[in-house]
């Protein structure tokens, strides 16, 4: 594999080295050939370098390039967002543009660099999604973030301008969500999803604008209880890890963890939250934690009954969604929803709500079920094991008692049948029953 170069950009190694930290050990994780190169500057910032002097803007730039071509690289991986638009959106320029190329290289031979345009420009996403994939990282997970609803903010300048960039669709993007999954969590969509995080107006000193937008997405977020939100760039993490704190501080409390995506790869692959420096966040993450480790245990004990994998594939197949009987007879019953409060964690709540006794045990999804896996497997383990709870409909309750005392589910009825002329019923079995199962309650000790 060909060595990456690494572009830091100011922000990471300034005001965030734990996001260095967490990308330094995923990269040693996966044997990733990194590479550091001396002698870059800022990329530089594209709102206030380029509104001052575009030229300025391009010349920053195309320095920057040559230095790493000159370094004999051809990929330079860029973990901010920024950084990548202004250094692929100039490079994009360069290439397409001669005369500016020209011109760059004039001033560039001055100091004895010179722009080829042979170096690929590739985010931190961009890599790991289109060049590593999803299936690669999954294959060093320990600990599947499984349970945990994430809210992926992909910030403007991963995806924009698209005409530079031609990294994802930049309206309906869908890499990161991916890269999210890849490590077993749900991306939750939500409406403010692409909206820009409001970073620049703190840039310009508008101070209130930028708390509005961050608060107006951080609500968004608590009230569809997500466990936290996901970003890769330092931009984004400061606008809200840091005006969530300040918020905290003028007493509003969202709670919403704050994470910069190398930082999950690192918990999913057995990296100590202390050695990640999870510590140094303004937001604290303790509670993420926390949930994520009671969720693992619950859904330890559904592996121990279900393939975790077959329910996901249920949940995201819903073929038999219009076919069951129950779930059409009224909007009561929604199958595949307690699959997925099953799959979030949430076992002894749908235990305690029971939504799962509307399952007719008819067996239609599992004769329809192209997995040959069918809900009703599910359904029937979860009224056992609510059953061993003494989680149970009275009606229910009453005919376990009946069938324990006799045996059965019902006595005849000898006025009826006498009425019928019909013979008396056969004797019952139900002594040799009972001690045929105080036999078996014995072999189980």
Known sequence: MQPLGI???????????FMEKALRLL??????PVREVEGFTCCPEKALVKNLDPWVWILTAGRNLAVAEAAGLKQLLVPCNGCYSTLKTVWSHLLADPQLAERLNGALSEIGLKFRGTLQVLHLAEHLHDQLGPAQLRRGMVKSLRGMRLAVHYGCHMIRPSHSLQFDDPLLPTKFDALVEALGAKSIPYPRKMTCCGGEYSNVGQMEEAMAMARAKLLELKERSVDGLVVMCPACFMQF??????????????????FFYPELVGLAYGLDPEELGLGLHRIEIEAFLTRWRERGEVLGKVAQAFDLDSLERCINCQAC????????NGEGFEPHRLLEEILAGRLEQVLKEGGFWSCLECHTCSELCPQRFGMETVFTRLKSWAMAQGITPPTVRQAIDIFEKTGKLGEPQKAQRKKLNLPEPTASGVKQWKELLKRAEKGKG
Request: charged content about 20%; aromatic content about 12%.
């Open 321 to 328: 969604s219009h076919d069951c009987p129950s779930a059409l």
């Open 27 to 32: 990269w040693e994780r996966l044997d990733l």
């Open 241 to 258: 890890d840091g005006k969530q704190y300040l918020m905290q501080r003028q007493g509003e409390a969202l709670n919403v963890p704050v």
């Open 7 to 17: 572009f830091w950009g100011c922000q990471i190694p300034a005001r965030f080295p």
